[in-house]
């Protein structure tokens, strides 16, 4: 199974700021890596898919990078409505695999 | 307007039997794959399982295969998640999701999730 990893597990960010938020799979997998966003209560919302596609919808302050191994979610310029919970998740073989999960918080 | 409403959750005991069912609406099931992912109180997210478009492929993981069966009925627009031999561990909020479409086992539509507690 391929185990994802990601970094830091909590933030607190201002209003305004940029965040980075990083995710590492046990192995490559290519581009086959997508973002969800989470706020309690809610269902997860797909943010970007294969690394670096920004789902309609979704505002362009997402975005994201990476092949291989290694990838990272970016917020240019946090909003208030972005604090949430950020999972990355693999898309490259069952069993899926999701990454633990980032909370962002408001500093 | 692409929307999933799941159901079928509750509470039922160590063993027993549930089966899930999420309705779609503004698209065609068989036009895409479907999946199930569940997340326990407080924790993250777990797939659980993947039917393909046309039906004829099914993906689960460890933890519930042998135990749990997806499967979906063209004619309703449904998705079912039939879940026997429940585990306290099974306790969580069952999620369906609609893959992306070109993709694969990328998710864009969630529903809003139903609640299974397996507890004596």
């Known amino acids: 199974d391929i185990q994802m990893t990601q970094s830091p597990s909590s933030l607190s960010a201002s209003v305004g700021g940029r965040v980075t938020i990083t995710c590492r799979a046990s192995?490559?997998?290519?581009?086959?890596l997508n973002w969800y966003q989470q706020k309690p209560g809610k269902a997860p919302k797909l943010l970007i898919y294969a690394a670096s596609s920004l789902q309609s919808g979704v505002p362009s302050r997402f975005s994201g990078s990476g092949s291989g191994t290694d990838f990272t979610l970016t917020i240019s310029s946090l909003q208030p409505e972005d604090f949430a919970t950020y999972y990355c998740q693999q898309s490259y073989s069952t069993p899926l695999t999701f990454g633990p999960g980032t909370k962002v918080d408001i500093k | 307007e692409v929307q999933l409403l799941e159901s079928g959750g509750g509470l039922v005991q160590p063993g027993g039997s549930l089966r899930l069912s999420c309705a779609a609406s503004g698209f065609t099931i068989s036009s895409n794959a479907m999946s199930w992912v569940r997340q326990a109180p407080g924790k993250g997210l777990e797939w659980v399982s993947t039917i393909s478009g046309s039906g004829g492929s099914t993906n689960y993981a460890d933890s519930v295969k042998g135990r749990f069966t997806i499967s979906r009925d063209n004619s309703k627009n449904t998705l079912y998640l039939q879940m026997n031999s429940l585990r306290a561990e099974d306790t969580a909020v069952y999620y369906c999701?609609?893959?992306?479409?070109?993709?694969?086992?990328?998710?864009?539509?969630w529903g809003q999730g139903t609640l299974v507690t397996v507890s004596s």
């Open positions: 999701a609609k893959e992306v479409a070109g993709t694969l086992w990328s998710f864009d539509y």
């Open positions: 192995q490559s997998i290519s581009t086959y």
